[in-house]
Every structure is written in structure tokens, then in C-alpha cells.
């Protein structure tokens, strides 16, 4: 691996400076000087460098999922905007996802797996509790041994991790890091649930962050909300479950989740308009989490978001992907829309927690040979 080097110990004599990502600045030691610990010197700036996408492998539209809930099409599409989602099937898991997008963005960064030096996996729906999605797909894409871990913030998890990456680079613990949203929901998914349950797609988003020449992802504005801890979550705990309970699934309380989104989270993202010091007529793109048609329309008429911006839609026909709606979203508006890349593209991601993340990002340049849509699952 090019990233981090091991630290040193050195002096509390004056350390020298070093721009490069991963170099250990060690003082020189004089006779009697007590030692001190030596740090790393990262980046100054960092940016997005590609995008990868991979989604489940089935369509699956309103009308099979309208009869356990006694709902219609026209109910579904007038309240969420969507008109199908895509769900994987029985066999593929959301590692096997987050392979596919994380491969595409690699390869489209310019770069092997080995130059990756942290790998962040945002999810809710890995197969265990322990260990985590992220070293195994660390393994699986030839990554290892960078650090990996996994974020459990719910659909805000792509912007903490993002936030995470901007961070490492610039500290010098690595030059590149890899951050994916992975999501198999249908795994947690009721049938008979009205709140939720017809939201809900499988995919995965990736992202690879590196260094910049410029500033490419601006201050991250980020926290929770633990008032309403119970808004979005699960129907039992593992112990509840384990004592006779029906296996957990997933539930929100619409109302709540709508009113804190569209009120609450537009404060969040002019935060994170002012911290970069942008206007809403100089962004590109909107990206919000594609939670619901009507939040993302209501919360570009909030913000002021005007005609010349793209607004990511990606929900109509992909669903509610949690974590990886954002990458997923991204992807698809640089893939229809080239002419976007290397604009600003406010992000903003809200979920279960709650919690919430938001950045300004520069949307990376895409060459028009890699121009493609979301890597299928072999």
C-alpha cells in the first residue's frame, strides 16, 4: 500500500513541515531534549475522485406490492414519487453490491485496489453484527490490508463517511479512501407494513475520495437527534426476538420523519451552504437522500434551489436505499448528465438516529469513455 507510513518518535525541538500525505516528521534529537511523539503530515485539500454503482437485479413495481397493504399504483406514486424499486435477489447480499460499485469507482478513479488505504462501508443490512462488511470487502477487492470499518448511521452514512475520508486524507493516515453506501433492504422488509416497507430497494454506492490541487469537498456539517431515537428503526431487538418475538423489520413513523426532514434537515444543508461559502444559484446539483418525492421537492422549494439546478430524482426507479442513495443518485445524474461534472453538488443525507450529514462536493469529472451505467452483479 502508497498510504500512511508508521510514526516515530521524535523531539519537542521545532518539527519542519511536510505537505505529502503519510509523512512522518521527526525531529532531529539534541543531547538532554525530551522525546516527543513525531505526526503525520497529510493533504491540504481532497475531492471526489469517481463514482461507482451497482443496484439489485430485479424490477419490481408498485402493483406487486399494493395487495398486503391494501394500497394502489397512483397511492404510492402520489406519495413517494415511485414507480418501481430494484431489489436483489435471494442469493446476493449487500457485500456482493458494494463489490460491484466499489470496482467501478477504483477503476474509474485511475487507480489498483492497493492504493486504497481506508475502506468505509455506511450500512444497516450486513448479514452479521460482527465482523463487519468493510474487511471483507476489503479482502475481496484486493484493498487489505487497509483499515476498514463499518458506519451505522442509516441514510446519513454516506455523508459521515465522506466526512471521514476528507478527514483522513488531510491528517495523512491515507492518500485514497474508499467510501460505499451498501443496502439489501428487502432483507428487513414487512410486506404488511404501510409505513415503510414499500419504500425500500437494494444497491450500493461508492466513492473514491483523494487528494486535490483545490478545495474539493467543503466543511462537513454533521450530528444526531436522539429526541426521536424511535422515528425509524426495527420492530423488535435481537432479544425480543430470540425470546419468541416475530423477526425485526423495519418501521417509521411517516409524519415525524416528514415534518424533521423538511424543516429541520433544510437548516442543516444552508449550514452547509454558508460553512462553503456557496449560494444555492452556484451548485450544479442537489443530492438530497432519496427518501420520498415530496421531501426532496419540498426541501429544494425551502432551500430555493433554482430551475438551472439538477435535482436528483433517483428514487422513481430505484426506491429508498438508505446509505447508498446518495452514490447511487450521483452516479446516475453524471452518467445522464455529463455536462455536470466538475460543478458543485449540495449532499445531504438524514435517517434513523436521527442523524444527519452534509457537504458541499466538487462532482468529479467523468470522460466520456467511462461514461456507464450501474455495474450489474455477476
Known sequence: MTDASTTAVGTDATAGTDATAGTVVTP??????????????????TRILAFGAARGENVVPNDDLVGPIDSSDEWIR??????????????????????AAAREAIEKAGLT????????????????????????????????????????????????GIA??????????????????????????????RSISFLLGDGAGAAVVGPSDTAGIGPSIWGSDGSKWDAIGMTATYNEWAAGAPRPTMRQAGQTVFRWAVWEMVKVARQALEAAGVR?????????????????????????????????????TTGNTSAASIPLATHRLLSEHPELSGGLALQIGFGAGLVFGAQVVVLPLVPSRLRARAVPVP
Open 28 to 45: 532531529s534529537l539534541q543531547a538532554g531534549d525530551r522525546p516527543v511523539l513525531s505526526q503525520r503530515r497529510g493533504h491540504e485539500f
Open 78 to 99: 402520489q406519495r413517494t414519487g415511485i414507480v418501481t424499486r430494484m431489489r436483489a435477489g435471494r442469493d446476493v447480499e449487500a457485500v456482493d453490491l458494494a463489490e
Open 113 to 160: 485496489p492497493d492504493q486504497i488505504g481506508v475502506v468505509l462501508v455506511a450500512t444497516v443490512t450486513h448479514t452479521v453484527a460482527t465482523p463487519s462488511m468493510a474487511s471483507l470487502l476489503a479482502e475481496r477487492i484486493g484493498a487489505a490490508p487497509a483499515a476498514a470499518y463499518d458506519i451505522s448511521a442509516a441514510c446519513a452514512g454516506y455523508a459521515y
Open 164 to 193: 471521514q475520508a476528507d478527514s483522513f486524507i488531510k491528517s495523512g493516515i491515507a492518500d485514497h479512501v474508499l467510501v460505499i453506501g451498501a443496502e439489501k433492504l428487502s432483507d428487513v422488509v414487512d410486506p404488511t407494513d
Open 280 to 316: 444555492a444559484d452556484q451548485l450544479a446539483a442537489f443530492v438530497p437522500h432519496q427518501a420520498n418525492i415530496r421531501i426532496i421537492d419540498e426541501f429544494a422549494k425551502q432551500l430555493g434551489i433554482p430551475d438551472t439546478v439538477a435535482i436528483a430524482r433517483d428514487i422513481t
